[in-house]
């Protein structure tokens, strides 16, 4: 669903590895780090947004939620 920017910087690692030679590899980790704190504002947003819990006292009906 979201790009994986670490996994393709790994992928590259270990294709340098296997092909003896340099493949640079800082822009997956500058991608990576940037998906990351859109993702990280992302879920605070929606968790600032979110609403609360319901209050148990507040619960009036005594019909458990599961059975």
Excluded: H, K, T, W
């Amino acid at each position: 669903m979201y790009p994986d920017a670490r996994a393709a910087l790994i992928a590259v690692e270990g294709l340098s590895e296997m092909m003896d030679c340099e493949i640079p590899g800082q822009g997956f980790l500058d991608d990576a780090r940037n998906i990351e704190e859109r993702v990280r504002e992302g879920f605070e947003r929606a968790q600032a947004m979110a609403l609360p819990a319901p209050d148990s006292e507040d619960d009036d009906d005594d019909v458990p939620m599961v059975f």
